[in-house]
């Protein structure tokens, strides 16, 4: 049984390249969340989706990010332009169709973008 | 203000002593609370939950103020394998979650 799967796990991009971002839920969650990790700091909500749907992304940047989740397929993390204060680990978590409601997110490896 | 605040630590402790950190949280509507362990480098994982009464697992106890607005986690009998960080967590709606910047702990042999 196939936890939450990340990839890439690293990544590196100069900036100014794109990073797009995969994650693939656990078996039978349907509801992605995209956490933001700094260097000693905590993680920062992104953005909340469903199948084909964006239930909250109050947490994005205004620009260069974007996130789906499309019916078939992965949950994509988009970063266009990248700078090097995007330079973080990003998590993804998945939960099954009852939401978060007991705290439990079941989270991926994440991947670490470094940005030159 | 941060939405959660933790003690970074760290707390280097000897094994079998016992260890305790608080966190506070600044929405007095949030709605249930947390506490996840993050090894080095690694994802996220719920430790336990925190009950309004006050809760045990094992050597771990969690403890709730909703009148001061903070959490406790308590570990007895420290172990080498409790070396990790502890993230304080608090749900805000019924599906976000904030998320504190971690107290570090190390446990020595």
């Known amino acids: 049984n196939a936890g939450v799967m990340q990839n890439p796990r690293h990544l590196v991009r100069r900036r100014g390249q794109e990073a797009r971002l995969r994650c693939s839920p656990m078996?039978?969650?349907?509801?992605v969340y995209w956490y933001r990790q700094l260097p000693e700091e905590g993680l920062k909500f992104m953005v909340y989706?469903?199948?084909?749907?964006?239930?909250?992304e109050s947490g994005m940047p205004k620009e260069r990010f974007s996130a789906e989740f499309p019916k078939e397929g992965p949950s994509i993390l988009r970063i266009q332009q990248v700078v090097r204060g995007d330079s973080a680990a990003y998590f993804c978590?998945?939960?099954?169709?009852?939401?978060?409601?007991?705290?439990?997110?079941?989270f991926g490896e994440g991947s670490r973008l470094t940005v030159l | 203000r941060k939405e959660v605040e933790q003690d970074p630590g760290p707390f280097n402790v000897p094994e079998g002593a016992t260890v305790a950190f608080n966190c506070t949280y600044s929405?007095?509507?949030?709605?249930?609370f947390f506490w996840y362990r993050q090894d080095c480098r690694k994802e996220p994982k719920l430790l336990m939950s925190?009950?309004?009464s006050g809760n045990e697992d094992g050597r771990f106890t969690a403890q709730l103020n909703r009148a001061s607005q903070y959490i406790s986690l308590l570990i007895r009998d420290s172990k080498l394998s409790d070396s990790a960080t502890y993230l304080c967590?608090?749900?805000?709606?019924?599906?976000?979650?904030?998320f504190g910047a971690g107290t570090t702990v190390t446990v020595r042999a």
């Open positions: 978590a998945s939960s099954p169709p009852e939401g978060s409601n007991t705290g439990e997110l079941f």
């Open positions: 078996k039978g969650h349907s509801h």
């Open positions: 989706l469903q199948k084909e749907n964006i239930i909250d």
């Open positions: 929405n007095s509507a949030s709605q249930s």
């Open positions: 925190v009950y309004s």
């Open positions: 967590v608090v749900n805000m709606n019924d599906y976000k979650l904030s």
